[in-house]
């Protein structure tokens, strides 16, 4: 998975970093649907408490076999709330947001007896959409940046996305256990940028985003009755053995499909 990871580095032309709005307009010109700086672990705006908090949990879920055949994830469960074992030249982080609803666009056709396509995967492939992305977001300020390092990844590192996007003030979690943004809802892809610039320090930085207040409204089960596979436990908890993503992209011919629904 880590494979999938680019690696971007920019060698210095001129004039050192100017200002926060340079990397922000490259940012917005990236054509991200939403984007935050989260406060890096060990900075002054770090809560070590909730991550531990987060990294916990994650680890009892692995250990009670939640993750099914994901094996990747218990072996980076080390890394996944510390980037600075991934890029340890990384001061800042950036979370990445694109919206995938499809609006009123029908779904594409399928043959008879075949399952629906999920809405994600109705376009082109979101790696490929968040490499684009942040090659754009790199290629235009070169003279700005100078020889910094960047790393961004979506979906193929060992990073827990959803903690950093929350901790970036871009939404909460639900009790499907996915990120819910104010502006998309739950049908948004994350992706993440690591950096060797500190933004915090740089000239005009606004501060970090504020964190949203809002919740899943109380008694609500929706999501936990629209899941096919019923694999939406109480607490957030998602049995992945249950998951038809699981089962249909991750499971193929393995043997540990006893929860197949």
Known sequence: RARNACLLTCARQGSPMADWRIFAEALDGAGFDDWAPCPPPGSQKDDPTERKAWEESQRAWIATGHHA?????????????HPELIEPSARSLVVCVLNYHQGSRLPPPVPEGHGKVAMYAWGRDYHKV??????????????????????????????????????????????????????????VLLGILLTSIDLASLEGFPGYRARTAEHCPSGCRRCIEACPGKAIGPDRVVDARKCLSWLTIEAGDRKDREHEP
Do not use: C, W
Not at 69 to 81: E, I, P, Q, V, Y
């Open 69 to 81: 055949g994901m094996d990747f994830l218990r072996r980076n469960a080390d890394m996944a709330f």
């Open 130 to 187: 968040f490499r684009s992305k942040f090659k754009a977001l790199v290629s235009k300020p070169r003279d700005t940046f100078g020889n910094e390092v960047f790393r961004t990844f979506a979906d193929a590192d060992p990073l827990q996305e959803r903690y950093f996007a929350v901790r970036a003030g871009l939404g909460f979690i639900g009790r499907h256990s996915l990120l819910i943004t104010p502006g998309f809802g739950s049908k």
